[in-house]
Nanobody
Framework: QVQLVESGGGLVQAGDSRRLSCVVS???????VGWFRQASGKEREFVSG????????RYADSVKGRFTVSRDNAKNTVYLQMNRLKPEDTADYYC???????????????????WGQGTQVTVSS
C-alpha cells in the first residue's frame, strides 16, 4: 500500500516562491509521481511529473520555466518548487503515484493509482 501526504501550501503573493512536498510511505521505488491541481469549479489538471528514477520530468505549458519537480528517493519525497507564482496558480495541489510506466500516461489523472489529500495554494495579486 502506498500513501501520499502533501504539505507546503499556503497563501502567497504573486511573484513569490513556494515549495510543495509529497512524502510517500510504503513502496516508493518503482513509482512515478505526478503533481496535479484543481481550481475551484475546474477539472483537475496535470502540472508536473517525474519518472521512477527521476531522470525524466514533464511540465504543463502553463508552468514550464517556473516550476521544478524533483525527488529524493532516500527520503521518499517528491518536491514541487514553484517560482514566480501567479494568481492563476491558485488551486488545490495533489500528488499521485503510479507504477505502470511514465512516458505515455504521465499527464492523465486516471493513470495514477494513489493520491494524496491535497494542499491548498492561494496566490494573491
Amino acid at each position: 500500500q502506498v500513501q501520499l501526504v502533501e504539505s507546503g501550501g499556503g497563501l502567497v503573493q504573486a511573484g513569490d516562491s513556494r515549495r510543495l512536498s509529497c512524502v510517500v510511505s510504503g513502496t516508493f521505488r518503482g513509482y512515478a509521481v505526478g503533481w496535479f491541481r484543481q481550481a475551484s469549479g475546474k477539472e483537475r489538471e496535470f502540472v508536473s511529473g517525474i519518472s521512477e528514477s527521476g531522470d525524466l520530468t514533464r511540465y504543463a505549458d502553463s508552468v514550464k520555466g517556473r516550476f521544478t519537480v524533483s525527488r529524493d528517493n532516500a527520503k521518499n519525497t517528491v518536491y514541487l518548487q514553484m517560482n514566480r507564482l501567479k494568481p492563476e496558480d491558485t488551486a488545490d495541489y495533489y500528488c499521485a503515484a503510479k507504477n505502470t510506466g511514465f512516458t505515455l500516461t504521465y499527464y492523465s489523472p486516471g493513470a495514477y493509482t494513489y493520491w494524496g489529500q491535497g494542499t491548498q495554494v492561494t496566490v494573491s495579486s
